[in-house]
């Protein structure tokens, strides 16, 4: 099916296939399985795991624009078990953008969760529903979503694929009429290096002798206590009530929680800009052309944020919006149609 400047688009995101493909990529093959982040938050994780999360965070939004260069997205889904909290840290990110998060509960401890058999279900279901369909898009580096994509050709869908570099099938690359690769999306930044330690110095470290001396003084000590403890049990010394008073007058007190420093809001300039510079990379990418129509920019960052509009932003027209970002975008305005292009 020939591509269609109107397109309506369906979006299918295997979500624990690109997250654990991209957290290989940063980190290096089978990291994920070795680290076992699976059962684990940002929050909930240690200051060297939580960054390595951080640097492996997929940017879904980045993802669901490019999807939207290709026409009206008609829907959006993510498959998941969205009760481990790896993948809970991304419902606010995937809420934010209208996706259905799908619920997947694994059959066993160790296997797959479904999702590829329940994504293609899905996916054939809704183009027979929904015969106004033009672009299906499958977020996944799987081979088995193979037999999906040629299924959506023969039925004559444009099929766009996405995956992770180094972890796709060639054979599904084959597959689809287009195929693209995570780190080449505008809006995808490059892999962040890890943060160097540095290795403690020999001096620094306690020298052998030592550590032996006070393991035993500790040891000593620590017999003495228990003695001293004993004794005065047998004694019927109130020491022991004295802690048990303590320890509940300890819980009895009130429990003062810190309240969360509330969050700075976005700059609406700022978040303006990224939208304006991200359609016009999707443009340029997309038409493989110098020079793009102001409303065809217009109505793709439109489709990625429903709620921009530049008169909101203080602007009388798309043209003064553009204008305002010199660094950005030049305006071409020799004729009556208004071109423009990213700087």
Same mark, same amino acid.
């Given at each position: 099916?020939?591509?269609?400047?109107?397109?309506?688009?369906?979006?299918?995101?295997?979500? /624990?296939?690109?997250?654990?493909?991209?957290?290989?990529?940063?980190?290096?093959?089978?990291?994920?399985?070795?680290?076992?982040?699976?059962?684990?938050?940002?929050?909930? $994780?240690?200051?060297?795991?939580?960054?390595?999360?951080?640097?492996?965070?997929?940017?879904?939004?980045?993802?669901? /624009?490019?999807?939207?260069?290709?026409?009206?997205?008609?829907?959006?889904?993510?498959?998941?078990?969205?009760?481990?909290?790896?993948?809970?840290?991304?419902?606010?990110? %995937?809420?934010?953008?209208?996706?259905?998060?799908?619920? #997947?509960?694994? &059959?066993?401890?160790?296997?797959?969760?479904?999702?590829?058999?329940? #994504?293609?279900?899905?996916?054939?279901?809704?183009?027979?529903? %929904?015969? /106004?369909?033009?672009?299906?898009?499958?977020? $996944?580096?799987?081979?088995?979503?193979?037999?999906?994509?040629?299924?959506?050709?023969?039925?004559?869908?444009?099929?766009?694929?996405?995956?992770?570099?180094?972890?796709?099938?060639?054979?599904? !690359?084959?597959?689809?009429?287009?195929? !693209?690769?995570? /780190?080449? %999306?505008?809006?995808?930044?490059?892999?962040?290096? $890890?943060?160097?330690?540095?290795?403690?110095?020999?001096?620094?470290?306690?020298?052998?002798?030592?550590?032996?001396? $006070?393991?035993?003084?500790?040891?000593?000590?620590?017999?003495?206590?228990?003695?001293?403890?004993?004794?005065?049990?047998?004694?019927?010394?109130?020491?022991?009530?004295?802690?048990?008073?303590?320890?509940?007058?300890?819980?009895?007190?009130?429990?003062?929680?810190?309240?969360?420093?509330?969050?700075?809001?976005?700059?609406?300039?700022?978040?303006?800009?990224?939208?304006?510079?991200? &359609?016009?990379?999707?443009?340029?990418?997309?038409?493989?052309?110098?020079?793009?129509?102001?409303?065809?920019?217009?109505?793709?960052?439109?489709?990625?944020?429903?709620?921009?509009?530049?008169?909101?932003?203080?602007?009388?027209?798309?043209?003064?919006?553009?204008?305002?970002?010199?660094?950005?975008?030049?305006?071409?305005?020799?004729?009556?149609?208004?071109?423009?292009? %990213?700087?």
């Amino acid at each position: 099916m020939a591509e269609s400047a109107d397109g309506r688009v369906a979006v299918y995101i295997d979500f /624990d296939n690109i997250v654990i493909s991209r957290y290989d990529q940063v980190h290096g093959r089978n990291q994920y399985q070795r680290d076992k982040v699976k059962g684990l938050s940002v929050a909930d $994780a240690d200051e060297e795991l939580a960054d390595k999360l951080a640097r492996a965070t997929v940017d879904i939004g980045a993802v669901i /624009d490019f999807a939207s260069s290709f026409g009206t997205l008609v829907l959006t889904r993510a498959y998941a078990d969205w009760s481990t909290p790896m993948n809970a840290d991304y419902r606010g990110q %995937l809420v934010g953008r209208s996706v259905d998060l799908v619920q #997947l509960f694994p &059959a066993a401890a160790y296997g797959k969760n479904g999702a590829d058999i329940r #994504l293609a279900v899905d996916a054939v279901e809704d183009m027979f529903r %929904l015969p /106004d369909l033009t672009h299906v898009v499958v977020v $996944a580096g799987d081979s088995d979503y193979i037999a999906l994509a040629q299924r959506c050709k023969r039925l004559g869908r444009y099929v766009v694929g996405i995956g992770v570099a180094g972890s796709t099938a060639r054979s599904l !690359a084959a597959a689809c009429d287009e195929f !693209a690769t995570y /780190d080449t %999306l505008p809006g995808v930044k490059p892999i962040q290096p $890890a943060a160097v330690t540095k290795p403690k110095t020999a001096a620094a470290e306690p020298a052998a002798d030592a550590v032996d001396v $006070a393991a035993d003084t500790a040891k000593a000590q620590t017999k003495k206590e228990k003695g001293e403890q004993q004794r005065k049990t047998k004694s019927g010394s109130d020491a022991p009530s004295k802690k048990r008073g303590s320890r509940q007058a300890q819980a009895s007190a009130p429990v003062i929680e810190e309240e969360p420093e509330p969050e700075t809001p976005e700059d609406p300039q700022e978040i303006a800009t990224s939208l304006l510079e991200r &359609a016009l990379r999707l443009g340029h990418e997309r038409d493989d052309a110098e020079w793009l129509h102001s409303s065809q920019v217009k109505t793709q960052i439109k489709r990625m944020d429903p709620s921009f509009s530049e008169k909101a932003l203080g602007y009388r027209s798309f043209s003064e919006f553009i204008k305002s970002r010199p660094s950005i975008a030049e305006l071409d305005e020799s004729s009556t149609a208004r071109f423009v292009r %990213l700087v």
